[in-house]
C-alpha cells in the first residue's frame, strides 16, 4: 500500500507540553512514531514490509492468514521445530493484490529457495512447496478448532526447557502463537546491541508486526513500561498491550544475509527473561500508517 499524505488529527494538534522527554498531546503522552509495519501472510516464511495497514480483531490485516499442516501429524508447520522446518525462511510470502477487509483475502506468491515463483491457487502449489520442503505439506486457508505446533528448546541456561521438542497449543482457529500483535522498539534492538556488540539484531529475527521508535533519549525495554496500557495509532487505531513478548529458536536461524547466530537468544535470556517486545490486542481497529505517533493512555 503506497504511503499517503500525513492525515491530520491528533499527531497534528499542537504540543501542550513536555513532561520526562514525552510530548503531551490532547492529553496523550506521544511515546514515539511507527516506523515500520510488517505482515506475515503465510506462517513462518519471509513477509512484506508495509507502508500502511488496516488493523483489525485479527491483528494487521492478512496477517498469518494461511499456512502449512503437517498432513502426517496435523500440526501447524512451523520454524519454532527447525530440525523439522528450518527451510521455512527460505520462503517469501506476499499477496497478489492488496487485502481489502471488505473482500475475500486474494492469494499469495509465494517465491522459492530457488526462485521459483508460485501462486497459491495453483494446482501444483502444494507439490511444488512439498518438493523443495523436502517433505509433504498441505497450505490451509483457516486454521483448526485447535491448532498446535512443535516447538525445539535449544540447551541453553535461561528457557523453559532444555533439548527438548514440546507441543505447543495456538489460540482457537488461528495461525497467531499467543496474541495477535507483537510490537518491538528500535530502542530495544538498540540495548541488546549493547550487551552483545557481535550479534545482528536486526528487525526481521524477532518477526514483529510494529516497530516504534520512542522520543529521542528514551533507551532500554522501553515497551516494557506499556504493558497492561493502551496505544493510540495514529489517528484511528488503539491496541491494548497485553504482556512480554517470550522469543523462542526462530530469532536464531539463518535468514537472508543473517547467519545462524545461538547469541541471539541467549542475550535474551541472560539479560530480558527470554523477552524481546510485547505482545498486543487491537481494541479499536482503524489504518496504521508508517510516521504515525504512538500515543500512550495513562502513562
Not at 508495509?50 to 496477517?63: P, Y
Not at 500440526?75 to 525462511?89: E, G, I, L, T, Y
Not at 488461528?174 to 495477535?180: M, P, Q
Not at 513500561?225 to 491496541?239: E, Q, T, Y
Request: proline share 9%.
Amino acid at each position: 500500500m503506497a504511503l499517503r499524505p500525513r492525515h491530520q488529527g491528533f499527531s497534528a494538534l499542537p504540543r501542550l507540553r513536555e513532561t520526562g522527554g514525552f510530548a503531551i498531546v490532547g492529553g496523550l503522552t506521544i511515546a514515539g512514531h511507527v516506523v515500520s509495519l510488517w505482515r506475515y501472510p503465510v506462517k513462518s516464511m519471509m513477509g512484506e514490509e508495509l507502508n500502511a495497514s488496516d488493523a483489525t480483531e485479527r491483528g494487521l490485516f492478512g496477517d498469518r492468514a494461511y499456512a502449512l499442516l503437517d498432513p502426517v501429524t496435523g500440526k501447524v508447520a512451523s520454524a519454532k521445530n527447525p530440525r523439522k522446518w528450518s527451510r521455512m525462511f527460505e520462503f517469501r510470502a506476499a499477496f497478489v493484490e492488496p487485502p481489502k477487509p471488505d473482500a475475500p483475502l486474494p492469494p499469495v506468491q509465494v517465491t522459492c529457495p530457488d526462485g521459483t515463483i508460485i501462486h497459491s491457487d495453483a494446482p501444483v502449489f502444494e507439490r511444488v512447496l512439498s518438493k523443495a520442503l523436502g517433505r509433504s505439506v498441505r497450505f490451509v486457508t483457516s486454521a483448526p478448532e485447535k491448532p498446535s505446533l512443535e516447538e525445539y528448546w535449544p540447551d541453553m541456561e535461561g528457557l523453559a526447557h532444555r533439548e527438548k521438542v514440546t507441543d505447543e497449543a495456538m489460540p482457537p482457529k488461528t495461525f497467531f502463537d499467543l496474541a495477535t500483535l507483537h510490537l518491538l522498539t528500535t530502542a530495544t534492538l538498540d540495548q541488546l546491541r549493547e550487551l552483545n556488540p557481535d550479534g545482528r539484531f536486526e528487525t526481521p529475527r524477532f518477526r514483529p508486526n510494529l516497530v516504534v521508535r520512542p522520543i529521542d533519549g528514551h533507551r532500554g525495554f522501553v515497551e516494557d513500561a506499556w504493558i497492561g496500557k493502551d496505544l493510540n495509532l495514529g489517528d484511528h487505531a488503539r491496541i491494548r498491550v497485553t504482556g512480554p513478548c517470550t522469543t523462542c529458536v526462530m530469532t536464531t536461524l539463518p535468514q537472508g544475509d543473517l547467519p545462524l547466530d545461538g547469541g541471539i537468544l541467549r542475550t535474551a535470556a541472560k539479560h530480558h527473561d527470554v523477552n524481546v517486545g510485547v505482545y498486543a490486542t487491537v481494541a479499536r481497529g482503524g489504518l496504521v500508517r508508517r510516521g504515525d505517533p504512538v500515543g500512550v493512555e495513562g502513562a
